[in-house]
């Protein structure tokens, strides 16, 4: 009986994913590693499939950001995988990301997040068929900030990111390849301050800004110092209007893009918040089909 039992859990964890969602283990350093798997429905393996990483936010878990996000209907729409990593924390539920100046247990025990990037992305290779070139990036708030590091030091590995709520978490980047960067941010984000700052949250945390973020990473992809503007007016009536800046002519054609929402919180464009004092949503904007058309446009070069 024992055999067959962990004959059943190694068939599990090594044969090939269908549609579906599925949880994955793995073990990094000394640390026991989790994540979920979103597997559209369309795909059936023939061919190489984009992924996309979404990181949850600090405090938060996988469960709550597939929920927070709605990023699985997203991918049976355009026929992507969505993976959701899970940090670490003394409660099972209440986990977060070492991105640098944030956040909370895995930021003060050293977790290496990019070490469990690393593995999780040779883990999926066994059981999808991932295209290479087309992973991508996205996460809200601590989930944002371990995009950006990411980004950073994971250039190799991510073609784009898209960071919600959240700006980089160290003082510079050096990626060692272009990587096209579209960041959303509510200008009236009491927990993450567009300006920067130690916001209502938790953690603690002096956040830079988002123009910090902004400018090293337009300075880091050779792009272009003025932007082009274009402008989202309130055709929802939610009392919400959108600023699009978009810095183009990066080397290998990479891009910075920042979708700025006057009237908006700590929260993701297009989807209700799950929770109110989080600030108000827009839906004027949303942030899964405009990162999706951004991450289409840049495969890694």
Request: glycine fraction near 12%; include cysteine; charged fraction near 20%.
């Amino acid at each position: 009986m024992f055999s067959m039992l962990m004959l059943t859990l190694a068939l599990t964890q090594t044969d090939n994913l269908g549609p579906g969602d599925h949880t994955r283990t793995l073990t990094v350093g000394d640390l026991k590693r989790i994540y979920l798997v979103h597997v559209p429905k369309s795909y059936d393996g023939s061919k190489p499939t984009p992924m996309v990483l979404a990181f949850h936010g600090g405090g938060s878990n996988p469960q709550q950001m597939i929920r927070f996000c709605g990023l699985n209907d997203t991918a049976d729409k355009h026929g992507f995988i969505v993976v959701y990593p899970s940090g670490t924390g003394r409660l099972e539920k209440v986990l977060t990301f070492n991105g640098g100046n944030c956040c909370g247990y895995a930021m003060t025990n050293k977790i290496d997040d990019v070490a469990f990037t690393k593995a999780l992305l040779d883990d999926l290779a066994k059981v999808v068929k991932v295209d290479a070139k087309r992973v991508y990036t996205t996460g809200m708030s601590n989930g944002a900030i371990m995009s950006y590091r990411l980004a950073s030091e994971l250039s190799d590995r991510i073609a784009a990111i898209a960071p919600v709520g959240g700006p980089m978490g160290t003082e510079t980047c050096s990626p060692k390849r272009p990587v096209s960067v579209i960041h959303f941010h509510g200008m009236n984000d009491e927990h993450a301050p567009f300006k920067g700052g130690k916001g209502k949250g938790d953690s603690g945390t002096d956040f830079y800004s988002v123009d910090h973020s902004i400018k090293a990473w337009v300075n880091a992809n050779g792009c272009k110092d003025e932007p082009v503007t274009t402008n989202i007016a309130d055709k929802a009536k939610d009392g919400t209007t959108a600023t699009i800046k978009t810095y183009g002519g990066g080397k290998d054609g990479a891009e910075v893009v920042l979708v700025a929402i006057d009237g908006a919180g700590h929260t993701w464009p297009g989807r209700e918040p799950l929770l109110k004092y989080l600030g108000k949503s827009t839906k004027n904007v949303s942030a899964n089909e405009l990162m999706w058309e951004f991450f289409k446009k840049h495969p890694m070069r």
